[in-house]
């Protein structure tokens, strides 16, 4: 299933894409894709169900209707760093040989189509096109072989980064990963069973219609299995958490000269079996 939400930031509600590509409100479901809903693994049978008897009936989206982030905030976002060994050779720097792991804000979530705020006093605002994984079931001290049982499903991000704010101003990377609209979620959450092989997508980001990022999941370091096994050994992974597993090469930071991020810039991104996005560049009001 691709489960998704629309409406506005304060008022967002959930919602469904069919296999036909129809969008529909599914509200008459009772419940919000956030921690409690993911919490039980009977829900998206009882989803299932809920599309064939109702799907039919169910409020379709008109085309234009605004997208908002797929999940319901969750209680953390955690992202891995360097996770492809051309984006550390880009950076600079050699790939690890442990995770790099850290944190974005969850009130940098936003919309897929929504428009990226460039923050203010940002001069180096860059993209990031990488694979989420939303958690299922709860857990801690996962195996790596226990842990897609704890994935719920899929979705497209784009971690925004300012690269001034991230490696330039001390301390953690986590100032210059959070700011308002960072986190573009969606189009829609996809459950695992909806794609071939995960370990295996297309993923591509173009700034202004030119290719920025053309790069595929099969190159991730540390794969999905090790990325939320590694992870539950220092922290508990909820129910809707977000965890994005890195970015190919391609970024503003490692072309020569570095490019960044402007006021009118249109970024477009997608991975296969996931859905596109598309921001527009606007100043910090
Ligand atoms: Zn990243």
């Known amino acids: 299933m691709k489960l998704l939400r629309h409406g506005s930031p304060d008022s967002a509600k959930p919602g469904l894409q069919l296999p036909d590509g129809t969008r529909i409100d599914a509200s008459g479901f009772g419940h919000d894709w956030n ?24 409020p379709v989206l008109e085309p234009d209707a605004r997208l908002a982030p797929a999940i319901a905030r969750p209680s953390k976002i955690i992202c891995i760093g360097l996770n492809f060994s051309d984006h550390a050779e880009e950076t600079g720097a050699t790939p ?58 899929y979705v497209l991000h784009n971690d925004y980064s300012e690269r001034a704010f991230q490696i330039e101003r001390g301390g953690q990377w986590v100032k210059g990963k959070s700011c308002d609209s960072f986190a573009p979620i969606g189009p829609f959450l996809a459950t695992p069973d909806e794609l071939a092989d995960v370990n295996d997508l297309p993923m591509w980001l173009k700034v202004n219609g030119e290719t ?15 990325i939320v096994s590694y992870l539950s050994q220092f922290m508990t992974l909820l129910p809707g958490d977000l965890i994005s597993t890195g970015t190919p090469a391609g970024v503003g930071l490692g072309m ?30």
């Open 256 to 285: 020569k000269p570095p490019k960044f991020l402007k006021p009118g810039d249109v970024i477009e991104l997608g991975i296969e079996g996931l859905g596109e996005q598309r921001q527009e560049a606007v100043a910090c009001p």
């Open 212 to 226: 920025m990022q053309d790069g595929n999941t099969s190159n991730l370091i540390f794969k999905i299995p090790t």
């Open 96 to 153: 690890p040989t442990e995770p790099i792991i850290f944190f974005k804000a969850t009130s940098a979530i936003c919309g897929p189509d929504d428009n990226l705020v460039i923050p203010r006093n940002s001069e180096k605002t860059d993209w990031e096109v990488e694979l989420g994984v939303v958690i299922g079931k709860k857990g801690s001290y996962v195996t790596e072989a226990e842990a897609l049982d704890h994935v719920a499903g």
């Open 35 to 58: 921690e409690a809903f993911f919490a039980d693994p009977a829900n998206l049978d009882l989803l299932k169900t809920w599309v064939e008897t109702h799907g039919d009936s169910a």
